[in-house]
T-cell receptor, first 114, second 116 residues
């Protein structure tokens, strides 16, 4: 069974540019999460999809961040325009439907905004 | 608000020594508790989880953790460290009244070094 995959693994962009991160969850997992770790700080929740619907987007920093999950499959997280403070590692995770199922994580995308 | 404290951002042990990584949570009602590990250049991997069953939880790679309600703790231990245990370890919780909001709340992480 393939795990959670994320693309790209690294992205270096300049302030003001746009970047789109992609996450492919484990097949059949309805729940998809995005988290972010800024250097020196704890991992923080960004949002949670159940299938194609946003269940909880309370962690999204501001309206420069847009997340979508097309047809309840893969998800994208777009940052437009990127700011310096957006640098960090963006993790995606997926889980099955039952409560408190294990969240399986991808390897993360390291975003550097210069 | 729920929070997680991991004491010690860096822990160093000798190979074969006991590993003890500390985690305390802030909640009057016990949350669901998790330990994840991140090996170099890899994603986060679940080590073990507590979801209100047995208080002593056994995980992968010889790790275990004990839930102590009176101490609001969920410390991670391993009797004998291996070089391959060098990694970053994260304690995380899901609030007990989370309902459908299953977001993980994380500690800062502890980087474990194992010396030969």
């Amino acid at each position: 069974e393939a795990g959670v995959t994320q693309f790209p693994s690294h992205s270096v962009i300049e302030k003001g540019q746009t970047v789109t991160l992609r996450c492919d969850p484990i097949s059949g997992h309805d729940n998809l999460y995005w988290y972010r770790r800024v250097m020196g700080k704890e991992i923080k929740f960004l949002l949670h999809f159940v299938k194609e619907s946003k269940q909880d987007e309370s962690g999204m920093p501001n309206n420069r961040f847009l997340a979508e999950r097309t047809g309840g499959t893969y998800s994208t997280l777009k940052v437009q325009p990127a700011e310096l403070e957006d640098s960090g590692v963006y993790f995606c995770a997926s889980s099955q439907t039952r409560s408190f199922d294990t969240q399986y994580f991808g390897p993360g995308t390291r975003l550097t905004v210069l | 608000a729920q929070s997680v404290t991991q004491l010690g951002s860096h822990v160093s042990v000798s190979e074969g020594a006991l590993v003890l990584l500390r985690c305390n949570y802030s909640s009057s009602v016990p949350p669901y508790l998790f330990w994840y590990v991140q090996y170099p250049n890899q994603g986060l991997q679940l080590l073990l989880k507590y979801t209100s069953a047995a208080t002593l939880v056994k995980g992968i790679n010889g790790f275990e953790a004990e839930f102590k309600k009176s101490e609001t703790s969920f410390h991670l231990t391993k009797p004998s460290a291996h070089m391959s245990d060098a990694a970053e370890y994260f304690c995380a919780v899901i609030a007990p009244n989370a309902g459908n909001n299953r977001k993980l709340i994380w500690g800062l992480g502890t980087s474990l070094a194992v010396n030969p």
